[in-house]
């Protein structure tokens, strides 16, 4: 449904609409970063990798890839080593992936690259079944294979893993939606190479994290405060969304993946925090051209987006 904002906008194409199936856990840019918070630099987490290690900690960082880099260097890796963090669990658990908002509690456990493989696949759907998320720093992995999907029945091919080529094309460093056009744009009834990392394997019996793992009691003030991580400006200390928030959250998440082929639970919370105050779908597209112009978001996407903020506020979700 067109909003007539093509005057106010950059250009945008619609070919990001209906991609594959894929998600991203990175933070995305927020429309302006609150007051930053004195504490929030001197916070420590602790942190372990999650195949096994001694327990680190990590302090002084303001974005994802900042975090990767302490959690390297407290464990003398190269940060491109790291794919993804969970927390409180050392499991590839998608439901427990780091993204913009660390809980002051939090145990961060990193996942690192390990073997090596490679499968190739005649394509014979549209729809491969894959979901794309990213890390923020460069290294895409999937989320989630749909049951009964063309990739689901490749078993070689597994959730956590890193897609490091595709047909020989190196895609580290691309964002979870490039990574998951190009997956799309692939030819029906050809064939295509992917070359996969899996993350090293965490061992199964794991001791779980002891009560002296977590941080000093005076260091939190509230249970539902986290550590929002932002790729512009400081990270901040903030309470968790409302109910309302989350609400609104989930639906844009779910609109990401039916417009635009991805699934980024950040960057939908980006998107309900830039509509709080804008008071038409034309003010609102303009604020995410201005913030997240990159993802070239179809005006239907953005017209269904505003609808789901709005049916989040009226108690309609």
């Given at each position: 449904m067109p909003l007539g904002l093509r005057s106010k906008k950059k250009g945008k194409s619609k070919e990001t609409s209906k991609l594959v199936e894929s998600e991203a856990a990175a933070p995305a840019p927020a429309p302006a970063a609150p007051a930053p918070v004195a504490s929030a630099s001197r916070l420590q987490f602790h942190t372990q990798l999650a195949h096994g290690s001694p327990t680190g900690r990590v302090e002084g960082f303001g974005s994802a890839r900042e975090l990767y880099a302490k959690i390297a260097e407290a464990f003398?890796?190269?940060?491109?080593?790291?794919?993804?963090?969970?927390?409180n669990t050392h499991k590839a658990d998608m439901d427990k992936l780091l993204g913009a908002q660390i809980g002051l509690e939090d145990f961060i456990f990193a996942h690192v690259k390990g073997q090596r493989k490679e499968v190739e696949v005649l394509k014979t759907d549209d729809v491969l079944g894959l979901t794309i998320?990213?890390?923020g720093t460069g290294c895409a992995f999937i989320k989630r294979i749909k049951e009964g999907s063309l990739m689901d029945q490749t078993k070689v091919v597994c959730v956590g893993d890193h897609i490091e080529t595709i047909n020989g094309k190196n895609v580290s460093g691309c964002r979870h939606y490039e990574v998951a056009k190009m997956l799309k744009d692939l030819e029906k009834g050809q064939m295509f190479k992917l070359e996969l990392i899996e993350p090293m394997k965490a061992f199964?019996?794991?001791?779980p994290r002891s009560k002296g793992g977590t941080l000093p009691e005076a260091k939190i003030s509230r249970g539902r405060e986290t550590l929002r991580l932002r790729t512009k400006?400081?990270?901040?200390?903030e309470e968790m969304p409302n109910e309302v928030e989350e609400k609104a959250i989930?639906?844009?998440?779910?609109l990401l993946e039916i417009y635009m082929g991805i699934r980024d639970i950040e960057l939908a919370a980006t998107m309900v925090e830039a509509g709080r105050d804008k008071k038409n779908p034309d003010e609102f597209a303009v604020a995410l051209d201005e913030t997240l112009g990159d993802f070239?978001?179809?005006?239907?996407f953005v017209f269904d987006v505003w609808g789901a903020i709005g049916d989040a506020k009226q108690g309609r979700l």
């Open positions: 003398r890796i190269d940060p491109a080593e790291i794919m993804f963090c969970t927390l998320t990213d890390n199964e019996k794991l001791e400006g400081p990270a901040t200390v989930k639906k844009v998440d779910e070239a978001f179809p005006d239907e």
